[in-house]
């Protein structure tokens, strides 16, 4: 196993690739059903092969993640061999005491008594802001001083300007997680965000490298993309290289399902280095995101110079998933985030008003309100 470090904090070598807790093992299809024989396996076999990062949330499994891991960290015995990693829900925060009301129960489900990398989950600018409201950067200190967390990040989910926010909101930030991969480098965070965080010494873990499981399995054309380069490997594992090749990134995040995933993504953690993607390699990717790139919708860039929007639409980003709706020819209405966090909080495609405003700030000249008409239309379904 390859080790990195996290820019700000001193004499701690994490594992390039640590096991996420959000798409274990379960029984007979139930979510909340999660299978602790297939789990404590996974957990030995990551340890055998140096994982020490292992990243969970408080309401991954319909909240049963949390205490599903404690409980197998207990059993095994590994609690010590493993950097523990959880969330805060800051969306149940509705006063300050509830931040540590939060903390204490995940402490008493996790099975321990400090969590060595303490997330807010989830941010946007927006949930930052209600967040700093409520008391979370005192709260953040507080709980540190106390040792029940040891180091203070954020996960997230909005716009390049709303990350630069937030990092700069906070003195203390540690480190940020972030959707990162081949087809996401102008969305989110994107490669701009990443090189904002290392200006700015955060760690950098990256979630989502395989969007879900979806680069695992491309369409025909871009696997034959991949399988044109004289060295044969698995899509999943050009994906994998490219996130690691990136030298700010400190620790990626694979949800993996079996012990039998986590040794072959071990293979390829120790097979990837910073910097080590030669320019025919590059190209390559290139080449696979360019395919996928000729499927989307509309050709908006994410720029967000047609923001902000006066009735709160989130114009890049339900653009962003009509994109990738369009890519991975998704049904309609199986985007949860899109129906949720976008159209259910009132920002979706439907919340446009046709006003005009937006119009004249795109470079791209995209009908944005007729645009995001047909968006919503095709998410939603
Ligand atoms: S046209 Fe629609 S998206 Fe554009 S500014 Fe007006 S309400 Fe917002
Ligand atoms: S200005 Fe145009 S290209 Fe930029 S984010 Fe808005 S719609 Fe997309």
Redesign the pocket.
Known sequence: MRYRRFPHIDDLEVSALGLGCMRLPVIGGDEAAIDEAALDSMLRTAAEQGINYVDTAYGYHKGRSEPALGAALERTGLRDRFFLATKSPVWLVESSADWDRLLDEQLARLRTDRIDFYLLHALSGERWDKAARLGAREFLERARAAGKIRHLGFSFHDNLAAFKRIVEGFGEWEFCQVQYNYLDRRHQAGDEGLAFAAERELGVIVMEPLRGGALARPSRQAREAFFKYPTPRMPAEWALRFVWDRQEVSTVLSGMGSADQILENCAVAEAAGANSLTRDELAVIDEAARIYRAKEAVGCTGCAY?M??????Q?PDVFAHWNSAAMFDAAPGSDGWYLQAIAGAGKG?N?????????PKCPQGIA??ER?AEAHKRLVG
């Open positions: 047609c902000p929007c006066p009735k709160g639409v114009i495609g919340a446009c008003v046709g006003c005009g405003a937006c119009l944005i309100p995001l």
